[in-house]
C-alpha cells in the first residue's frame, strides 16, 4: 500500500520561500510520474510540478516557472518543491501525488485523474 506525506507547509509574507517534502512508502515504480498539486478555496486541483522517477524530466504549470523547482531523492523515495518569490496567489492546499504514466500533455502537468495515490495535503499560505 503506497502512503505519502507532505510537510513543509507554513505561512510566509510574499517574496518568501518555502520547501514542501513529500515521503513515500510502499512500492511506486520509477517508470512514472510523482509531484505536485494544489487547490485553492472554490477552485478546481492544478498541476504545479511533476518530475518523472527515471527520467528526471520536470513539468511545470506557466505560474510557477522560474519560481518552484521539483526535485526527488530516489533512495528516500521523496520528492521535494522549492518555491521561491511566493506569491499570495500561491496560497493553496498543496497535495503530493504519484503513480501515473503520464507526468504532462503538451508540457502541461497531467490532470489529476492519472494519478492513484495522493497524499492528505500541506497548507501554503502568502500574505502581503
Known amino acids: 500500500q503506497v502512503q505519502l506525506v507532505e510537510s513543509g507547509g507554513d505561512s510566509v509574507q510574499a517574496g518568501g520561500s518555502l520547501r514542501l517534502s513529500c515521503a513515500a512508502s510502499?512500492?511506486?515504480?520509477?517508470?512514472?510520474?510523482m509531484g505536485w498539486f494544489r487547490q485553492a478555496p472554490g477552485k478546481e486541483r492544478e498541476g504545479v510540478a511533476i518530475i518523472h522517477l527515471a527520467y528526471g524530466n520536470t513539468y511545470y504549470a506557466d505560474s510557477v516557472k522560474g519560481r518552484f523547482t521539483i526535485s526527488q531523492v530516489n533512495a528516500k523515495n521523496t520528492v521535494y518543491l522549492q518555491m521561491n518569490s511566493l506569491k499570495p496567489e500561491d496560497t493553496a492546499m498543496y497535495y503530493c501525488?504519484?503513480?501515473?504514466?503520464?507526468?504532462?500533455?503538451?508540457?502541461?502537468?497531467?490532470?489529476?485523474?492519472?494519478?492513484?495515490?495522493w497524499g492528505q495535503g500541506t497548507q501554503v499560505t502568502v500574505s502581503l
Open positions: 510502499g512500492y511506486i515504480s520509477n517508470y512514472g510520474c
Open positions: 501525488a504519484a503513480g501515473s504514466r503520464y507526468c504532462a500533455h503538451g508540457g502541461t502537468p497531467a490532470a489529476p485523474s492519472y494519478f492513484p495515490y
